[in-house]
Protein backbone atom coordinates (compact mmCIF):
# COMPACT_ATOMS: atom_id res chain seq x y z
CA UNK A 1 0.00 0.00 0.00
CA UNK A 2 2.83 2.86 0.83
CA UNK A 3 4.38 1.86 -2.43
CA UNK A 4 1.24 4.02 -3.99
CA UNK A 5 1.39 6.61 -1.70
CA UNK A 6 -1.75 8.79 -0.42
CA UNK A 7 -2.53 10.27 -3.72
CA UNK A 8 -3.54 6.97 -5.12
CA UNK A 9 -5.46 5.34 -2.26
CA UNK A 10 -7.89 8.46 -2.71
CA UNK A 11 -8.05 8.07 -6.27
CA UNK A 12 -9.03 4.47 -5.21
CA UNK A 13 -11.42 5.23 -2.83
CA UNK A 14 -12.91 8.12 -5.11
CA UNK A 15 -13.38 5.96 -7.66
CA UNK A 16 -15.00 3.16 -6.08
CA UNK A 17 -17.51 6.22 -4.45
CA UNK A 18 -18.33 7.48 -7.82
CA UNK A 19 -18.88 3.97 -9.30
CA UNK A 20 -21.52 3.32 -6.49
CA UNK A 21 -22.97 6.71 -7.10
CA UNK A 22 -23.39 6.46 -11.15
CA UNK A 23 -24.76 3.09 -10.17
CA UNK A 24 -27.72 4.20 -7.80
CA UNK A 25 -28.19 7.43 -10.26
CA UNK A 26 -29.40 5.66 -13.67
CA UNK A 27 -28.42 2.29 -13.75
CA UNK A 28 -29.21 1.63 -17.24
CA UNK A 29 -29.68 5.08 -18.79
CA UNK A 30 -30.34 3.72 -22.65
CA UNK A 31 -32.89 1.77 -21.14
CA UNK A 32 -34.20 4.68 -18.91
CA UNK A 33 -34.13 6.70 -22.02
CA UNK A 34 -36.39 4.57 -24.19
CA UNK A 35 -38.95 3.94 -21.66
CA UNK A 36 -39.40 7.70 -21.28
CA UNK A 37 -39.71 8.17 -25.34
CA UNK A 38 -41.98 5.27 -25.33
CA UNK A 39 -43.95 6.65 -22.59
CA UNK A 40 -44.34 9.90 -24.69
CA UNK A 41 -44.87 8.49 -27.81
CA UNK A 42 -47.79 6.73 -26.10
CA UNK A 43 -49.29 9.72 -24.82
CA UNK A 44 -49.21 10.86 -28.35
CA UNK A 45 -51.32 8.23 -29.49
CA UNK A 46 -53.70 8.50 -27.10
CA UNK A 47 -54.07 12.37 -27.59
CA UNK A 48 -54.60 11.71 -31.13
CA UNK A 49 -57.02 9.22 -30.76
CA UNK A 50 -59.47 10.93 -28.94
CA UNK A 51 -58.99 14.49 -30.58
CA UNK A 52 -59.43 12.61 -33.80
CA UNK A 53 -62.46 10.32 -32.66
CA UNK A 54 -64.22 13.81 -30.55
CA UNK A 55 -63.79 15.70 -34.17
CA UNK A 56 -65.21 13.00 -35.82
CA UNK A 57 -68.06 12.81 -33.20
CA UNK A 58 -67.79 8.92 -33.56
CA UNK A 59 -66.42 9.27 -29.42
CA UNK A 60 -67.80 6.67 -27.30
CA UNK A 61 -67.26 7.30 -23.48
CA UNK A 62 -65.85 3.69 -22.71
CA UNK A 63 -63.27 4.41 -24.98
CA UNK A 64 -62.74 8.16 -23.64
CA UNK A 65 -62.36 7.06 -20.55
CA UNK A 66 -59.87 4.08 -21.00
CA UNK A 67 -57.84 6.60 -23.00
CA UNK A 68 -57.95 9.26 -20.62
CA UNK A 69 -56.83 7.22 -17.72
CA UNK A 70 -53.88 5.70 -19.80
CA UNK A 71 -53.04 9.18 -20.07
CA UNK A 72 -53.85 10.09 -16.43
CA UNK A 73 -51.39 7.36 -15.60
CA UNK A 74 -48.32 8.69 -17.64
CA UNK A 75 -48.82 11.88 -16.44
CA UNK A 76 -48.93 10.95 -12.79
CA UNK A 77 -45.49 8.96 -13.13
CA UNK A 78 -43.58 11.45 -15.79
CA UNK A 79 -41.40 12.43 -12.67
CA UNK A 80 -40.21 8.96 -12.40
CA UNK A 81 -39.09 8.96 -15.87
CA UNK A 82 -36.20 11.80 -15.43
CA UNK A 83 -34.42 10.57 -13.33
CA UNK A 84 -30.55 12.00 -12.46
CA UNK A 85 -28.20 10.80 -15.45
CA UNK A 86 -30.59 10.10 -17.93
CA UNK A 87 -30.22 13.45 -19.59
CA UNK A 88 -27.53 14.37 -22.77
CA UNK A 89 -24.37 13.70 -20.52
CA UNK A 90 -25.47 9.93 -20.81
CA UNK A 91 -24.52 9.57 -24.32
CA UNK A 92 -27.71 8.38 -25.82
CA UNK A 93 -29.75 10.44 -28.30
CA UNK A 94 -32.48 11.82 -26.03
CA UNK A 95 -33.79 15.30 -26.61
CA UNK A 96 -34.03 16.07 -22.66
CA UNK A 97 -32.52 19.39 -22.00
CA UNK A 98 -30.09 19.66 -19.02
CA UNK A 99 -32.69 22.42 -17.77
CA UNK A 100 -34.68 19.31 -16.25
CA UNK A 101 -32.51 18.84 -13.69
CA UNK A 102 -31.21 22.75 -13.67
CA UNK A 103 -35.01 23.84 -13.01
CA UNK A 104 -36.41 21.37 -11.02
CA UNK A 105 -39.28 23.30 -9.60
CA UNK A 106 -40.04 24.98 -12.84
CA UNK A 107 -39.66 20.99 -14.69
CA UNK A 108 -42.47 19.87 -11.38
CA UNK A 109 -45.19 22.44 -12.23
CA UNK A 110 -44.90 21.64 -16.03
CA UNK A 111 -45.44 17.72 -14.46
CA UNK A 112 -48.34 19.36 -12.64
CA UNK A 113 -50.21 21.34 -15.24
CA UNK A 114 -49.94 18.18 -17.04
CA UNK A 115 -51.75 15.89 -13.82
CA UNK A 116 -54.55 18.76 -13.82
CA UNK A 117 -55.22 19.21 -17.18
CA UNK A 118 -55.14 14.97 -17.63
CA UNK A 119 -57.57 14.75 -14.42
CA UNK A 120 -59.98 17.17 -16.39
CA UNK A 121 -60.17 14.88 -18.96
CA UNK A 122 -60.69 12.40 -17.22
CA UNK A 123 -64.02 13.89 -15.73
CA UNK A 124 -64.81 15.37 -19.30
CA UNK A 125 -64.28 11.60 -20.39
CA UNK A 126 -67.12 10.13 -18.05
CA UNK A 127 -69.38 12.56 -19.66
CA UNK A 128 -69.47 11.05 -23.08
CA UNK A 129 -70.19 14.41 -24.80
CA UNK A 130 -67.64 15.03 -27.81
CA UNK A 131 -67.41 18.75 -27.37
CA UNK A 132 -66.64 18.36 -23.40
CA UNK A 133 -63.64 16.09 -24.18
CA UNK A 134 -62.56 17.61 -27.12
CA UNK A 135 -62.06 20.81 -24.78
CA UNK A 136 -60.06 18.94 -22.09
CA UNK A 137 -58.21 17.16 -24.84
CA UNK A 138 -57.32 20.58 -25.72
CA UNK A 139 -55.64 21.84 -22.51
CA UNK A 140 -53.61 18.80 -21.74
CA UNK A 141 -52.38 19.32 -25.46
CA UNK A 142 -51.37 23.17 -24.23
CA UNK A 143 -49.77 20.74 -20.93
CA UNK A 144 -47.92 18.94 -23.41
CA UNK A 145 -46.59 21.86 -25.59
CA UNK A 146 -45.28 24.01 -22.22
CA UNK A 147 -43.33 21.62 -21.16
CA UNK A 148 -41.58 20.64 -24.66
CA UNK A 149 -41.03 24.40 -25.18
CA UNK A 150 -39.08 24.43 -22.16
CA UNK A 151 -37.40 21.21 -21.64
CA UNK A 152 -37.50 18.95 -25.11
CA UNK A 153 -34.64 19.60 -27.25
CA UNK A 154 -36.34 20.66 -30.93
CA UNK A 155 -35.11 19.47 -33.87
C1 LIG B 1 -43.08 17.67 -17.84
C2 LIG B 1 -42.61 17.72 -19.19
C3 LIG B 1 -43.35 17.03 -20.30
C4 LIG B 1 -44.69 16.90 -20.44
C5 LIG B 1 -45.80 17.43 -19.54
C6 LIG B 1 -44.90 16.16 -21.66
N1 LIG B 1 -43.71 15.86 -22.24
FE1 LIG B 1 -43.45 14.86 -23.99
N2 LIG B 1 -41.43 14.98 -23.76
C7 LIG B 1 -40.79 15.63 -22.74
C8 LIG B 1 -39.35 15.49 -22.90
C9 LIG B 1 -38.28 16.08 -21.99
C10 LIG B 1 -39.17 14.73 -24.05
C11 LIG B 1 -37.83 14.23 -24.63
C12 LIG B 1 -37.57 12.83 -24.05
C13 LIG B 1 -36.28 12.20 -24.54
O1 LIG B 1 -35.94 12.34 -25.75
O2 LIG B 1 -35.59 11.56 -23.72
C14 LIG B 1 -40.51 14.44 -24.58
C15 LIG B 1 -40.75 13.71 -25.73
C16 LIG B 1 -42.00 13.50 -26.30
C17 LIG B 1 -42.25 12.81 -27.55
C18 LIG B 1 -41.17 12.21 -28.46
C19 LIG B 1 -40.91 10.79 -28.00
C20 LIG B 1 -39.86 10.09 -28.86
O3 LIG B 1 -40.25 9.31 -29.74
O4 LIG B 1 -38.66 10.33 -28.66
C21 LIG B 1 -43.61 12.81 -27.73
C22 LIG B 1 -44.37 12.19 -28.91
C23 LIG B 1 -44.21 13.47 -26.61
N3 LIG B 1 -43.19 13.89 -25.75
C24 LIG B 1 -45.56 13.64 -26.43
C25 LIG B 1 -46.14 14.23 -25.31
C26 LIG B 1 -47.56 14.41 -25.12
C27 LIG B 1 -48.63 14.01 -26.12
C28 LIG B 1 -47.72 15.01 -23.91
C29 LIG B 1 -48.98 15.42 -23.22
C30 LIG B 1 -50.04 14.46 -23.09
C31 LIG B 1 -46.39 15.22 -23.35
N4 LIG B 1 -45.46 14.74 -24.23
C32 LIG B 1 -46.14 15.82 -22.14
C33 LIG B 1 -41.37 16.32 -21.69
C34 LIG B 1 -42.73 16.38 -21.45
Do not use: Y
Not at 19 to 39: F, N, S, T, Y
Not at 57 to 83: E, Q, Y
Not at 103 to 124: H, N, Q, T, Y
Amino acid sequence: MSVLGRGSVFAIAAAAILGVGAAAVAQQPAAVIEARQAAMKSLGGEMKAIGDAAKAGSITRDDAVARARKIDDVAKRISTLFPAGSGPEAGVKTAALPAIWEKPDDFKAAIARLAEASGKLMVAAETGNAQTILAAQGDVGRACIACHRGFQRSN
